[in-house]
């Protein structure tokens, strides 16, 4: 079992930043994949940003040129850089952790922390 913790959101006024942090207690050995999502109230979870353990990231549309992924193998960590934070940001942020073990992957969801953008 693989447990998933995310940190670092909160409240901010559009045009601002927030920094979030994920800690995964999963071996850097086995950890194939780690990415942010969010959930908006009345919307399904779209991915925001994720990064392979050879660093290749792939990021929304909406958040290009905003938002930085990025990781920290030693802490076995996933970070997500916002700036120029938009209203329409205002989610739950939820960090995944994708494992490898025995040929097969495996997702662990940490429990989100809430991004709100005031305007």
Partial sequence: QVKVVESGGGSVQAGGSLRLSCHASASIFSTTAMGWY???????REMVARITSGGATDYAD??????????????????????RLKPEDTAVYY??????????????WGSGTQVTVSS
């Avoid at 969010?38 to 399904?44: D, F, I, L, N, Y």
């Fill in 38 to 44: 969010r959930q908006a109230p009345g919307k399904q």
């Fill in 62 to 83: 909406s958040v290009k040129g905003r938002f930085t992924i990025s990781k920290d193998d030693a802490e076995s960590a996933a970070y997500l850089q916002m700036r």
């Fill in 95 to 108: 960090c995944l952790c994708t494992v490898r073990a025995n040929g097969l992957g495996y997702d662990y």
